[in-house]
């Protein structure tokens, strides 16, 4: 599966983002799909996760201004980010693999990522 994020960009502190990944080759609604970050001089941390069942998790970091959806038409997954703080500035990845029967997807496929800047 091929993923591609779009929807990044610079927004004041307090505004919001919707990022989408676009899936092409697979069905998203198949697999387990999750939104990743990375800052600089940072190790990369998982923001948000869909399963195949439509279960959803957040960081804690994330939980109640962030929300994670897909739309299986349109085959995309997107984050809608809200309440937007600095510490949310980072380059946003979407991840997808097959979901385990117990434990974390691998995280298989990646996309190229998607700079989200708050100041």
């Known amino acids: 599966v091929q993923l591609v994020e779009s929807g990044g960009g610079s927004v004041q502190v307090g505004g919001s983002l919707r990022l989408s990944c676009v899936a092409s080759?697979?069905?998203?609604?198949?697999?387990?799909m999750g939104w990743f970050r990375q800052a600089p001089g940072k190790e990369r941390e998982g923001v948000a996760a869909?399963?195949?069942?439509?279960?959803?998790s957040y960081a804690d970091s994330v939980k109640g201004r962030f929300t994670i959806s897909q739309d299986n038409a349109k085959n995309t997954l997107y984050l809608q980010m809200n309440s937007l703080k600095p510490e949310d500035t980072a380059m946003y990845y979407c991840?997808?693999?097959?979901?385990?029967?117990?434990?974390?997807?691998?995280?298989?496929?990646w996309g190229q990522g998607t700079q989200v800047t708050v100041s």
């Open positions: 080759g697979d069905t998203v609604g198949r697999y387990c």
């Open positions: 991840a997808a693999d097959s979901c385990p029967d117990s434990g974390d997807p691998e995280w298989s496929y």
């Open positions: 869909i399963d195949s069942d439509g279960a959803t």
